[in-house]
């Protein structure tokens, strides 16, 4: 099993920025993959951005682009989510979540383990 707690989210002004982390623990060795997903009041949870568990290859959604970066410091099996140019629209639950398959994937039926979520909340 593993386990993930998300911390760092809050409210912030249209433009501003937040930084979320992803604390994994637990039997993280069998994990290849970490996410990041997001889903707002009566949607369904989108993908945002993606990395390998070795932190060499990254993947983003294309509504952050240019705005989001995700990231792992690998000595602390911690992955970040640092969120620049925020939008209302960006407003939603940020959950994180593992992988253990080989293969990336950019919908939420394909990782194994989630954590709780962190509401981040943009104003206008």
């Known amino acids: 099993q593993v386990q993930l707690v998300e911390s760092g989210g809050g409210l912030v002004q249209a433009g501003g920025s937040l930084r979320l982390s992803c604390a994994a623990s637990?039997?993280?060795?069998?994990?290849?993959?970490m996410g990041w997903f997001h889903q707002a009041p009566g949607k369904d949870r989108e993908f945002v951005a993606t990395i390998t568990w070795s932190g060499t290859s990254t993947y983003y959604a294309d509504s952050v682009k240019g705005r989001f970066t995700i990231s792992r410091v690998n000595a602390r099996n911690t992955v970040y989510l640092q969120m620049n140019s925020l939008r209302p629209e960006d407003t939603a639950v940020y959950y994180c979540?593992?992988?253990?398959?080989?293969?990336?994937?950019?919908?939420?039926?394909?990782?194994?383990?989630w954590g709780q979520g962190t509401q981040v909340t943009v104003s206008s």
């Open positions: 979540a593992a992988r253990e398959s080989f293969a990336r994937s950019l919908t939420p039926n394909g990782y194994d383990f």
């Open positions: 637990g039997r993280t060795s069998n994990i290849r993959h």
